[in-house]
């Protein structure tokens, strides 16, 4: 009789295993099996971080409103002076969430975003998009390209030294799926006065209808389970489309022909114990059959999401390669 090889373990710190356990938790309780979300409740959970204009630990921070309507607006993080000397590159970055929760000025994601510019240092620019189910596809890609175009014709709402030529799209999660269509969609109609020069896809949210050796392996994994994810795709795609829709199957028969568009250059993050990543793996090599520069990265260890919790030190070390990623591209 042969033993089976036994399934990893996911091994963290007690605060983590407890801030995922929450997490997993919230989403499950806010999700209506109606398919719509109990925002009230999430109000109450959903810590908020204000701007703050007066540099804290190197970084100033100010929202700027972009279309009042469907309240899109963006904060803008900036590295102070001593730390920023010469011309700093532009980070637009999409936070995570499904496409149903968080914002840009979550507790979490202000804080990644002020290490991304103080580490770097860059210009960052967090953008706030409308969610589903209220907003559904393609509200979100809408909103990402029209931050671009807002950037691009008002350039004075970013400090004197950002440079709109050495932009980066950036995201995780949906935030990473966001940042992936924005690039196709400004690679086909290009945008005057804005260059982008790189993708940091941080465990690009990605799938299709099959469902991959990955995604059964951790099907009850934290955050991104099998059911939580299929009510998340649910919830965002237009009514009676499949998990195969482009927008979600990105490498799949649906898929977009990059060949002749001038794609930024991709790093790409993928974590072991993340269900996504086979879908993320296929994104890389798509990218390579279609004739552009990706890189990969790995964390055989860890989970999705990971880089938001700042006890672990792989957080600290992505940063780390985010900004080399971001010094090498934008010297190009």
């Not at 983590?16 to 929450?22: C, E, F, I, Y």
């Not at 690009?204 to 099959?210: A, I, K, N, S």
């Not at 482009?246 to 977009?256: I, P, T």
Request: hydrophobic fraction near 40%.
């Amino acid at each position: 009789m042969t033993s089976q090889t036994p399934k990893p373990k996911l091994v963290l710190p007690l605060k983590t295993r407890a801030a995922l356990s929450v997490l997993s938790a919230l989403t499950d309780f806010t999700r209506r099996s109606n398919g719509t979300v109990n925002r009230g409740f999430l109000k109450i959970l959903d810590f908020k971080s204000p701007s703050k204009a007066k540099s804290v630990n190197g970084v100033s921070t100010k929202d700027v409103t972009v279309d009042k309507y469907r309240k899109l607006w963006i904060r803008v993080y900036t590295p102070t002076p001593s730390s920023a000397d010469g011309v700093l590159p532009v980070v637009i970055f999409f936070h995570g969430g499904g496409f149903t929760f968080l914002s840009a000025d979550s507790f979490a994601y202000d804080a990644v975003c002020r290490q991304f510019c103080h580490r770097t240092p860059a210009v960052v620019v967090s953008v706030n998009y409308r969610l589903t189910p209220e907003h559904r596809f393609p509200c979100q890609y809408d909103d990402g390209e029209d931050v671009l175009k807002f950037l691009a014709e008002n350039p004075s709402v970013l400090p004197e030294n950002a440079d709109l030529k050495k932009c980066f799209l950036a995201g995780d999660s949906a935030g990473a799926n966001l940042a992936h269509h924005v690039a196709v969609r400004v690679a086909k109609s290009g945008l005057r006065g804005v260059r982008l020069v790189g993708l940091i896809s941080i465990q690009p949210w990605f799938g299709g209808e099959e469902r991959t050796d990955s995604e059964l392996k951790y099907k009850d994994a934290p955050l991104v389970s099998i059911s939580r994810t299929d009510w998340l795709w649910k919830a965002f795609l237009p009514e009676g489309s499949d998990r195969d829709h482009w927008a979600v199957n990105v490498s799949g028969a649906n898929s977009e022909d990059l060949s002749g568009l001038d794609y930024p250059s991709a790093l790409v993050i993928v974590g072991g114990f993340d269900p996504l990543q086979d879908w993320q793996r296929r994104y890389c090599e798509w990218l390579k059959k279609s004739g552009k520069k990706v890189q990969l990265i790995e964390y055989p260890t860890m989970f999705h999401a990971f880089y938001i919790f700042p006890e672990l030190p792989e957080s600290s070390r992505l940063v780390s390669q985010v900004k080399d990623f971001i010094t090498t591209e934008s010297l190009i």
